[in-house]
């Protein structure tokens, strides 16, 4: 039996796991590293994808790459058939052009109604899904028959895109307009079967909510409540945050040296 969920759980910011580590030093300078470290004594897995079963080689990698962001899809096939549906093998891909990537990967007899009817030229949108709409977005996962829309079963609602002729989630404080930018076929190298379906979309439009904005005008975690998914049937939600900046070598540069040559220095001795 499965707690309850925290509804009380909060996301802030905070200062990174070691503030005081200096360039070079090893992870076992903290007790947070040491106890790290003493896993690798119980030994490693080794995999071999050309001979693991393809079963437990698709859990082993979704339960490893981990947190995935979900795109949940909204597309409308050729006959007029509005699809939604969540993708977990999604993400950025540039901002210039602005465009994401979604894998979608094709069953033993059919493709997945999306990529069809992404080819169909009607455009799609891709919409964050939030905590607050967590088991309607789910429920889209169903693999419903080829002409069954899960709009009606979600509970969500439809709005009108502006540049695309798919909707977009209501419900979903950012969502893009995406038309087809490119679509590659993933091929098996032994069986030459095309298992997986990579989509490239160009975001045409953005919708994104004025209360999960940031002065600054970029999205606010604390607010935003973004789902993430893990392995088998997991999702996660945001824990705590820290900030961390990329160092600059302008004005790291003297310090990464020295921090070096002490290194050097001690070794030496």
Known sequence: MLPLYNHDAGFKFTESPNPHWKYGESIDVTLLGQEWAEGEQKGWKHVDPATENPTALYQLMTSGIVPRPIAFVSTISHDGVENL??????????????????????????MKDTTNNIK???????????????????????????????WAVSGLT?????HVKAARVKESAFSMECELFQMVDIVNPVTQIATTTLILGLVKHIHVRNDVLTERGTVDPTKFKPLGRLGANGYSTLGDGFRLPRPAWKTEQKDVEEALKEKADVKAT
């Open 85 to 110: 549906a969540p993708f977990s093998w999604f993400n950025m891909v540039t901002h210039d052009p602005p465009t994401i990537s979604i894998s979608c990967s094709n069953g033993p007899e059919r």
């Open 120 to 150: 169909s030229g009607n455009g799609f949108t891709v919409n964050i899904i939030s905590v607050p709409f967590a088991e309607q977005a789910n429920v889209c996962s169903i693999n419903a028959p080829d002409n069954f829309s899960e």
């Open 158 to 162: 439809k709005e009108p895109s502006l």
